[in-house]
């Protein structure tokens, strides 16, 4: 079955990085848009990152941009977040999506926690 498990968080202190993975199976890794959501307890979930089947269409979202970097290794069946000079409102939990182009609906992971706190 179609399975997406996050990695790479934690905390970390403010102006560090940190990557995170999100290895997939049960699918075909090349044919799937990619996204990167983070939500913290009481709002919504917001998207942080997306990637196309390509790997050259990104979007970021505004507070990010500069800072953090979508990527995938087709290979690996692996999405990565690249995440430097954090922020404590970088904190939340960040998870994994895959979406089939044209679907509505997708695919989640269970979620990593990052915590950004000196």
């Known amino acids: 079955q179609v399975q997406l498990v996050e990695s790479g968080g934690g905390l970390m202190q403010p102006g560090g990085s940190l990557t995170l993975a999100c290895a997939t199976s049960?699918?075909?890794?090349?044919?799937?848009?990619f996204r990167w959501y983070r939500q913290v307890p009481g709002k919504e979930r917001d998207m942080v990152a997306s990637?196309?089947?390509?790997?050259?269409?990104?979007n970021y979202l505004d507070s990010v941009k500069g800072r953090f970097t979508i990527s995938r290794e087709n290979a690996k069946k692996t999405v990565y977040l690249q995440m430097n000079s954090l922020k404590p409102e970088d904190t939340a939990v960040y998870y994994c999506?895959?979406?089939?182009?044209?679907?509505?609906?997708?695919?989640w992971g269970q979620g990593t926690q990052v915590t950004v706190s000196s």
């Open positions: 049960g699918f075909v890794f090349s044919n799937f848009n």
């Open positions: 990637i196309d089947t390509t790997g050259r269409r990104k």
């Open positions: 999506y895959a979406q089939y182009p044209g679907y509505s609906t997708g695919s």
